[in-house]
């Protein structure tokens, strides 16, 4: 029996080496891996002894010779490959264990060289990876150490590996090597203009960990994460206390950093509810802010998520043990402040660097059968244009613009209600504007009076303006573009209030 071991990754390859030759199997290997296993005092024969072929260009060709893949490609019992195989004396291959040049690791590195990412891009061992797993009949083909174990088991106890052994792991090998060919693809990609919109798509991903469910106990769940890490991504972030993120904290907290970026560097704090945000507020001290978010919909922030744009101290702290909540993130947190909210061990800690970094990129739903994707929505609007009699005044303006980040970011229709920049009601996720807009003024109350407005989409009728203006709200923003938008301006105009379109739109569902 003959196997062939040649790994970037040489955890455990010494060891089962050892195995395969207390059980009798030659070992082919080459470059680093044989001089590793020689040095362990294993008896080696290189690839070039068995190709009559040197390695040259720089190690490039090694084992792209018919003597090696015919070894591996041979069906055993189709006669005519056996009797090929003899007329051109190539013996069998039975196990192959492969890992591969580790590109990854290349990128990773800070100011890696373009020429450098290129030569590690693996060539022969893809190819004899895939001729093995296509062969996994005759062939066993081993890509992870952690498999090591299974198919020495197998082969002390029987000989060989069994049928379905071999095909899990050929399906491993075609899983590694199209997460290596896609990594490849998307740096390159990259490096040009980064358009993920091709005619076809493929993308990777790795597992950050299994979930204890979906969003419901019955649904089985996973978080994945991009090979090349985000700055600002969650999947950045380092947890310092509390329990297990689940599914839902993790939407959700997705959505609470959305949100935050939209609000750069001015201190904010953004609630979020069943991926709504319940409250938004910004002052100079991160615990003002905090208490403004909270008190404008204490019910609803009940076991919420908190994103913080700004380091948690002692006294933003206090106030935040008051209340049951899932989630706090954050660039950081004062010692005081951790010692304060480890009274909730279960409170969930997450340390944020690069908080409010924001960069293109593009966003993926799959539906049944197919798969959506659009660029992230990263433009907040096309031009500020005031269409009413009444302008509105700076501070106005800088209210309607905090209110517009935050509808921006509420599932449609959707209606925000601000003043003193805390979002003080939201109408998400209804089937029309009004009706959005009726919740939002509800749950207002009477602080509705003196508030801005903000439609996600624009009003097809006056009547949104009309129930705004019996409400006391002083000016609105939305992107305009309906075909009675003049009957909106004018019911503006009768009212007193000043209007702003945007000339861009913010759906989310």
């Not at 010494?14 to 362990?40: P, Y």
């Amino acid at each position: 029996m003959r196997a062939l071991l040649s790994v970037s990754d040489k955890r455990g390859i010494v060891e089962f080496a050892k195995k395969l030759a207390e059980m009798g199997w030659e070992i082919l290997s080459t470059g680093g891996t044989a001089k590793a296993l020689r040095e362990a005092g294993l008896t080696i024969t290189g690839v070039s002894e068995v190709t009559g072929f040197p390695e040259c260009l720089d190690g490039r060709v090694k084992t792209l010779h018919p003597k090696i893949h015919g070894g591996i490609l041979g069906i055993r019992n189709n006669p005519d490959h056996q009797k090929q195989m003899a007329e051109l004396e190539i013996t069998p291959i039975d196990l192959l264990v492969i890992n591969l040049y580790p590109f990854k690791n290349t990128i990773l590195k800070e100011g890696v060289a373009f020429e450098d990412a290129v030569e590690n891009i693996d060539i022969g061992g893809p190819t004899m990876l895939r001729s093995a797993a296509k062969n996994f009949n005759d062939v066993t083909v081993v890509v992870d150490p952690e498999d090591y174990a299974v198919v020495l088991a197998e082969l002390e106890a029987n000989g060989q590996t069994n049928y379905q052994t071999r095909y899990k792991l050929a399906l491993k090998v075609f899983e590694t090597t199209s997460n290596y060919d896609t990594m490849i693809a998307d740096y390159l990609r990259k490096r040009i203009d980064g358009e993920v919109l091709q005619d076809t798509i493929t993308m990777t991903f790795e597992k950050v960990q299994d979930l204890r469910y979906g969003e419901n106990p019955h649904q089985k769940a996973a978080f994945y994460g991009e090979v090349v890490p985000v700055k600002g991504a969650l999947t950045a972030a380092k947890q310092l206390q509390g329990k297990e993120l689940s599914y839902n904290n993790i939407n959700d907290t997705n959505g609470a950093l959305e949100i935050l970026k939209e609000y750069g560097d001015e201190p904010t704090i953004v609630a979020v509810k069943h991926a709504n945000p319940c409250g938004i507020a910004s002052d100079e001290k991160i615990a003002v802010a905090y208490k403004k978010a909270h008190d404008s919909d204490p019910v609803s922030i009940f076991g919420g998520i908190i994103a913080s744009n700004r380091l948690i101290d002692e006294v933003a702290a206090k106030e935040m043990v008051k209340t049951f909540l899932e989630v706090i993130v954050a660039p950081g947190f004062t010692p005081e402040a951790l010692t304060v909210l480890a009274a909730k061990p279960n409170l969930r800690l997450l340390e944020l660097a690069d908080i409010i970094h924001n960069e293109p990129s593009y966003e993926v739903k799959k539906v049944m059968g197919g798969l959506l994707v659009q660029e992230r929505d990263t433009s907040l609007y096309d031009e500020l244009k005031v269409v009413t009699k009444r302008q509105p005044s700076e501070a106005e303006m800088a209210e309607l613009l905090f209110a517009w980040k935050a509808v921006k970011n509420t599932k449609s229709n959707a209606i925000s209600l601000t003043k003193n920049k805390c979002l003080i009601a939201n109408g998400p996720g209804q089937v029309n504007r009004v009706g959005a807009l009726e919740n939002a003024i509800r749950q207002a109350g009477e602080n509705v009076r003196g508030a801005v407005m903000a439609s996600d989409a624009f009003f097809p009728f006056d009547d949104s303006v009309k129930a705004a203006a019996a409400a006391g709200i002083t000016a609105i923003i939305q992107p305009g573009g309906a075909g009675k938008d003049a009957d909106s301006i004018k019911a503006c105009d009768e009212a007193g209030i000043a209007m702003v379109f945007t000339g861009m739109r913010h759906f989310k569902h």
